[in-house]
């Protein structure tokens, strides 16, 4: 089982500012890497796949990058309704998920 | 619109059965792979198991394997799990979730199911 790592667990951090969040794969998952997005009491909302694409919908602030085992979500501004939950995902070898970062307001 | 919609959630003693259903809509059902993800209280997200566009091909968890079962009917649109030999720790939100291609990232979630296992 592949094993998806993120870090920091808590992010705190005030409106504007950017938010980098790190996911680390426990072997190379290749770019097969998305990015979802949970608010409370909300269903998971997929924002990035295949490491660097943004879903149907997403704003550009939302970004991915990275390959192999080092993955990053960056959020360039921080608005107000970006405070949440945030998860990676592989699908390189059927699914996991990383344990969640969540970003909260500062 | 894509839809889905879980039923058959509740409250069950260790070690009974409970079938979750998902309905869906808006979308050709059975060219997706379909999958279930669970969510215990304040816990994150784990994948549960995943079942192919023609229903012939199905995967698991190893922490589910040999108990639970997926399904599905696509002539009805619908995704089921079959849950036997339920434990505590199965206790969670259950969503169904639709491949964005094959074997492709979620793009579409259910609002999901309360199942609580507890005595």
């Known amino acids: 089982e592949i094993v998806l790592t993120q870090s920091p667990a808590t992010l705190s951090l005030s409106p504007g500012e950017r938010a980098t969040l790190s996911c680390r794969a426990s072997q190379s998952v290749s770019t097969y890497l998305a990015w979802y997005q949970q608010k409370p009491g909300q269903t998971p909302r997929l924002l990035i796949y295949?490491?660097?694409n943004r879903a149907t919908g997403i704003p550009a602030r939302f970004s991915g990058s990275g390959s192999g085992t080092d993955f990053t979500l960056t959020i360039s501004s921080l608005e107000p309704e970006d405070f949440a939950v945030y998860y990676c995902?592989?699908?390189?070898?059927?699914?996991?998920f990383g344990q969640g970062t969540k970003v909260e307001i500062k | 619109e894509v839809q889905l919609l879980e039923s058959g959630g509740g409250l069950v003693q260790p070690g009974g059965s409970l079938r979750l259903s998902c309905a869906a809509s808006g979308f050709t059902f059975n060219s997706y792979g379909m999958n279930w993800v669970r969510q215990a209280p304040g816990k994150g997200l784990e994948w549960v198991s995943a079942i192919n566009g023609s229903g012939v091909n199905t995967y698991y968890a190893d922490s589910v394997k040999g108990r639970f079962t997926i399904s599905r009917d696509n002539s009805k649109d619908m995704l089921y799990l079959q849950m036997n030999s339920l434990r505590a720790e199965d206790t969670a939100i259950y969503y169904c979730?639709?491949?964005?291609?094959?074997?492709?990232?979620?793009?579409?979630w259910g609002q999901g199911a309360l199942v609580t296992v507890s005595s």
């Open positions: 979730a639709k491949e964005s291609a094959f074997r492709g990232p979620f793009d579409c």
């Open positions: 995902q592989q699908r390189y070898n059927w699914w996991t």
């Open positions: 295949d490491a660097s």
